[in-house]
């Protein structure tokens, strides 16, 4: 599984001379955690909604008089578009992050990757696994059940 497939949530970016507000409103209206701070459609960094409410409300500062550069967390952690999986997964452990944009191979933001979006991901793996499981269970009883026919029957 690489990382551009498994993603599910809308990319939303600005600029690092946006308004906190209209990061907060991009957030609202868009139903996201997070937006992407680029400049040439490279990531130079991401504002997040705890963002938001730690470095702004939290802090007490004014959020009116305020840019994504102010609140912004700079050299963002990416991950290469290709990515497998395990390897977003481990970069989202090492670094305590639940969001990694991804690049492709110049650099450039193609999508973000969620804890949300693993989880439902591997949710779905595991079910495929369950079913798995389940079909080889049936199988065997099935097989079992012939046997004690035949055995029944005496041939």
């Known amino acids: 599984m690489a990382a551009r497939r498994k993603t599910r949530k809308m990319l939303i970016t600005a600029t690092p001379e946006k308004s906190v507000r209209t990061l907060a409103m991009l957030m609202r209206d868009r139903h996201v955690g997070a ?3 680029v400049e040439k459609n490279r990531p130079v960094g991401i504002v997040t909604d ?3 409410v730690s470095r702004v409300v939290a802090a007490g500062r004014d959020p009116l008089g305020l840019t994504a550069k ?5 050299n963002v952690v990416v991950a290469r578009e290709g990515t497998p999986v395990a390897d977003a997964t481990e970069l989202m452990r090492a670094h305590g992050i639940r969001r990694v944009p991804v690049v492709n191979g110049r650099g450039r933001l193609v999508n973000v990757m969620t804890l949300d979006d693993l989880l439902v ?10 079913r ?8 065997e009883y099935l097989r079992g059940r012939a046997i ?7 041939k």
């Open 50 to 52: 705890r963002d938001l």
């Open 132 to 139: 798995a499981v389940l079909a080889g269970m049936r199988k």
């Open 70 to 74: 102010d609140v912004m967390t700079a």
């Open 148 to 154: 004690g026919r035949r055995a029944a029957l005496g």
């Open 121 to 130: 991901v591997l949710g779905g793996e595991i079910a495929d696994l369950g």
């Open 35 to 37: 937006v992407v701070i």
